[in-house]
């Protein structure tokens, strides 16, 4: 008798373990995410000031390609972003030692 409470405690306990190892890995993608995101919209941001600034037709004919390469990267990264959001909700509390990254989608 004594053994199966034991055994019980055990598993759950290992359940809860693993729980809260996916909470740390899904905080850790959430993190490199928005680090990113954060990134790669700086980088649009300041490519979008140089073609303001710039007067030269080729030198805006080349900033411009450049934009719309940092936009793509941009879209992946948001993406990438937003896949992780929609994988929130199938987490588990697991222990309650681990905590949820929480943030605001904008």
Known sequence: MYSNLK????N???ILDYE???IERYNEKVLKSLET????????????????????PEKRQK??????KKRRAEERARKTFEKLHA????L??????VAR????VQ
């Open 37 to 56: 995101l954060d990134k790669a919209e700086k980088a649009v941001h300041a490519k979008e000031k140089e073609l303001v600034h710039e007067g030269n």
């Open 63 to 68: 900033i411009e390609g450049e934009l719309e």
């Open 12 to 14: 759950h306990h290992r």
């Open 20 to 22: 809260d190892q996916k």
């Open 92 to 97: 588990k509390r697991g222990s309650g030692k």
């Open 101 to 104: 990254i929480e943030y605001v």
């Open 87 to 90: 994988e929130q909700s199938s």
């Open 7 to 10: 055994r019980k405690a055990n």
